[in-house]
T-cell receptor
Framework: GQQLNQSPQSMFIQEGEDVSMNCTSSSIFNTWLWYKQDPGEGPVLLIALYKAGELTSNGRLTAQFGITRKDSFLNISASIPSDVGIYFC??????????FGAGTRLTVKP | DGGITQSPKYLFRKEGQNVTLSCEQN?????MYWYRQDPGQGLRLIYYSQIVNDFQKGDIAEGYSVSREKKESFPLTVTSAQKNPTAFYLCASSNRVSPLHFGNGTRLTVT
């Protein structure tokens, strides 16, 4: 099945900088999820979005469910070294199929 | 603490052998899933089960088999028919009010 288009693929930033990543698709989703995955571990849910236009924060993380229901973004403010990892989005279609982005690999330089 | 346990964390097998990956959850979730993760790609669904004794093929089911005899358990067998079995395998579960939760994965290496 068609996966989500996630960008950027990787980011190298300085500690303290803000980060933004997004996922887009030609399909309409009823739920957007953002996960973080550390090397060799399972993904951990960061934020879940259930309504178009919804803007949700979790500490320094903020995510939005696009108004067209075809996209979502995740922002991380004031990055710290432990933010390092792979972030990926997941979208749930009306037929309960889940689609995933390929991930954004974040590196934070102290 | 509730969660999903995958075992073992690392698994090594010779080509031609079948191997079974374990997944157990104590979250009381009805649905369970198996995904395969390869570098640079999104997660791909192998099999899923919405209820005990029932399961459905996902996008890449060929060369894999599953069973769902208990609500808590959803083992995945990687058969010798799977042409490229070396990968990171993730088990997940969910229910109507809880989004997908993942286990910590099993890295399978077949040589």
């Amino acid at each position: 099945g068609q996966q989500l288009n996630q960008s950027p693929q990787s980011m190298f930033i300085q500690e303290g900088e803000d980060v933004s990543m997004n996922c887009t698709s030609s399909s309409i989703f009823n739920t957007w999820l953002w996960y973080k995955q550390d090397p060799g571990e399972g993904p951990v849910l960061l934020i879940a979005l259930y309504k178009a236009g919804e803007l949700t924060s979790n500490g320094r993380l903020t995510a939005q469910f696009g108004i067209t229901r075809k996209d979502s973004f995740l922002n991380i403010s004031a990055s710290i070294p432990s933010d390092v990892g792979i972030y990926f989005c997941a979208g749930l279609l009306d037929n309960n199929d889940m689609r995933f982005g390929a991930g954004t690999r974040l590196t934070v330089k102290p | 603490d509730g969660g999903i346990t995958q075992s073992p964390k690392y698994l090594f097998r010779k080509e031609g052998q079948n191997v079974t990956l374990s997944c157990e959850q104590n979250l009381n979730h009805d649905a369970m899933y198996w995904y395969r993760q390869d570098p640079g790609q999104g997660l791909r669904l192998i099999y899923y089960s919405q209820i005990v004794n029932d399961f459905q093929k996902g996008d890449i089911a060929e060369g894999y088999s599953v069973s769902r005899e208990k609500k808590e358990s959803f083992p995945l067998t990687v058969t010798s028919a799977q042409k490229n079995p070396t990968a990171f395998y993730l088990c997940a579960s969910s229910n109507r009010v809880s989004p997908l939760h993942f286990g910590n994965g099993t890295r399978l290496t077949v040589t």
